[in-house]
């Protein structure tokens, strides 16, 4: 994976920059791409301004109070949880819509860059998960594994997302370990 090193524009702090597009260092975690906020993805059910306005507007003002950085005026907002004392994971949480057309949100994580070896494992662990799902999304052009959580908006709780976002990040940082050798990059 090709680096470079990048000041982040957010907290100043001066970080790795992967080939995928993200600031691995610092504690916003931001990664870079079109809106500075939330990577670019390539999923054609992500929602642009058109969403619901009150659904997006709780989202958001549940996010807020989770310390979730939600001045994006697009409906795809990121924040950090920590998942251990020393390890953090970025959350990115987009608005679309199901196959039927409901109102969705979505709350994904980085694991790391895919590969056919371990698209297998990944495939046989979401048959024992209840909680989240192992996907893979296109980020900045690049294919990278993805742990993520869907919810219509007729099933969603502003009080769960805290527990959700928590589910998320310890799915996706348990294979972001295995990916990485024990590294802590998304």
Same mark, same amino acid.
């Given at each position: ?14 970080? $790795?920059?992967?080939? @995928?597009?993200?600031? /691995? ?6 990664? /870079? ?29 549940? %996010? ?26 970025? $959350? ?30 990944? %495939? ?7 909680? @989240? ?17 869907? %919810?219509?908006?007729?099933? %969603? ?30």
């Amino acid at each position: 994976m090709d680096t470079d090193t990048r000041v982040c524009p957010k907290c100043g702090y001066k970080n $790795i920059v992967t080939s @995928c597009g993200f600031y /691995i260092e610092c504690g916003a975690g931001i990664p /870079i791409g079109s809106s500075g906020a939330v990577p670019a993805t390539s999923d054609a059910n992500t929602r642009e301004s058109r969403t619901d306005d009150s659904f997006a507007e709780r989202v958001a003002s549940a %996010l807020g109070q989770l310390g979730f950085d939600c001045d994006s005026p697009d409906n795809q907002w990121a924040g950090t949880v920590s998942v251990a004392s020393d390890r953090r994971q970025r $959350i990115y949480v987009f608005l679309s819509e199901d196959a039927a057309g409901q109102e969705m949100i979505s709350l994904t994580a980085v694991c790391g860059k895919t590969s056919a070896q371990n698209a297998l494992s990944l %495939l046989e662990w979401n048959s024992r998960r209840v909680d @989240c799902a192992f996907a893979v999304r296109s980020i900045n052009g690049e294919k990278m594994f993805v742990v993520t959580h869907n %919810l219509t908006a007729a099933n %969603l709780k502003e009080s769960n997302l805290a527990t959700i976002a928590r589910q998320v990040a310890e799915r996706a940082d348990e294979v972001e370990k295995k990916l990485s050798g024990g590294a802590d990059r998304f």
